[in-house]
Structure formats: structure tokens, C-alpha cells
């Protein structure tokens, strides 16, 4: 009787995150699709004499204003520009398609430019996470309610679902509330999900004789916990 109602109770709350994880990545699917980061088709970075361009892409917005590989930014719409990521910073306020007055310097000569901002282009690499993502759910569930009683079926099901929400998660960049529940749900998921499936291939299809005890599966979790501290100190 104990045994069939730990049955219902995880089979409940595994349902209830499975709902929360679907939506979630619904919506995040969503917004990768209505949303993205406006840019100026310039990549920069942080040099001793300040901001300067490492490379601007060909027909960018940048390219496009005239500006070249070597130049240093020092001012968009005069804010002073004084580390590289001030820039998307920047554009963020400014929104995308607008115009922008940019302030920068070549060879020693102060010049203006005015640059279009555009938009990053949509990563086609996403959609096929998200379907691989959908693939592993639909295999978990499959598993889980045709065979749920079975040995380890819910500890295969959650690995799943945790490869499900690494998959499935991509923060847009609005990271607002709800896209920081998916900015760190995908970090904490890809560090949890090849722990899941080490205590998976440690258990099945039997225990090895020194991993019998629950207690013993903890020390494989501690790097995992140890990597997502520093990086959320960091």
C-alpha cells in the first residue's frame, strides 16, 4: 500500500513539472520566433585604447554605415561607449530597425556614422534541439506510463525529462523573470542530465554491490552541484 501511494504521489509531481516544462518551452518556442536581439553587424571587443571592432560582418548594418575592422566606438546616440558589452546594452534600448548615431575614431580621427540597427538572424540549430527535445519526452513518457512500475522506469523518465528541458530551453535575451527561469533551467539541466544518466548506468539493470545504499548515489551529484555554485557566483 506505501509502495503504490510513493507511485502516485512522484507520478503526480512528475506530471505537474512535465505540464510546466511543455508550456514553458512552448512559449519559449514562441518567443524565439517573435523576439530577437537587435545588432549592428559588428563584432566587439575590449581593447587597452577602448572598444574596437574585430570584425564587421559583410552587408551588416555596420558595413553597410562604413565602418571597418580596427575602428573604436566611443559613442552611440551620445552615450559614451567604454567596454564592449555597453554596446548591445545600447542597441537593446534602442530597438531594432531604428536609426543610431555613432561616434568613433580611425587612424587617430574622430567620425560620425549613422547605422541602422538590425536584428540577429534566427539559429535554425535551435529547431532541431527542440525537436530532439520532443523526441526525448515522447520516448520517457512512453516508457513511464507503459512500464511506470518497472525497475528504474522513473529514474529513465527523469533523465527525459531533464534532457527534455536542456534541449528545450533558450533564453531570448529579453531575460526578463520568465526568461531567466529558462536561462537557468537550461544551465542546470545540462549539468544534471549526464549525472542522471551515470546513477542510471550505475543501477541498471542491477546495483553494483558497493552502490546499493541511496547514500552511496550522492557523491555523484556533488560535481554537478559544486560546477552550477560556482557558476552562479560567477
Not at 503504490?4 to 518556442?29: D, R, Y
Not at 560582418?57 to 558589452?85: E, V
Not at 552511496?216 to 557566483?233: G, K, S
Request: aromatic fraction near 14%; proline fraction near 5%; include cysteine.
Amino acid at each position: 500500500m506505501l509502495q503504490e501511494l510513493k507511485f502516485q504521489l512522484s507520478t503526480a509531481i512528475l506530471t505537474i513539472v512535465t505540464i510546466a516544462a511543455g508550456v514553458s518551452a512552448v512559449i519559449n518556442f514562441q518567443q524565439q520566433h517573435k523576439f530577437r536581439l537587435p545588432e549592428d553587424g559588428v563584432v566587439w571587443v575590449d581593447r587597452e585604447a577602448g572598444v574596437e571592432a574585430l570584425y564587421v560582418k559583410p552587408d551588416g548594418p555596420g558595413a553597410k554605415a562604413g565602418l571597418r575592422d580596427g575602428d573604436r566606438l566611443l559613442k552611440i546616440n551620445s552615450l559614451s561607449i567604454t567596454q564592449a558589452i555597453d554596446v548591445p546594452q545600447v542597441l537593446v534600448g534602442v530597438g531594432a530597425w531604428n536609426k543610431t548615431e555613432y561616434v568613433l575614431e580611425r587612424r587617430g580621427i574622430e567620425f560620425d556614422a549613422t547605422v541602422y540597427v538590425g536584428q540577429t538572424p534566427p539559429d535554425r540549430a535551435i529547431l532541431y534541439q527542440y525537436l530532439l527535445g520532443a523526441a526525448y519526452l515522447m520516448i520517457g513518457l512512453f516508457v513511464y506510463f507503459r512500464r511506470g512500475s518497472a525497475y528504474k522506469a522513473r529514474h529513465f523518465y527523469v533523465f527525459c525529462l531533464v534532457s527534455f528541458i536542456f534541449y528545450s530551453f533558450h533564453y531570448s535575451g529579453k531575460l526578463n523573470a520568465f526568461d531567466q527561469v529558462i536561462y537557468f533551467g537550461n544551465v542546470a539541466a545540462g549539468l544534471l542530465a549526464p549525472t542522471i544518466f551515470l546513477h542510471l548506468c550505475m543501477t541498471f539493470p542491477e546495483p553494483k554491490p558497493w552502490f546499493r545504499r541511496r547514500a552511496a548515489a550522492v557523491p555523484l551529484y556533488v560535481p554537478a552541484a559544486a560546477f552550477f555554485a560556482v557558476w552562479l557566483a560567477v
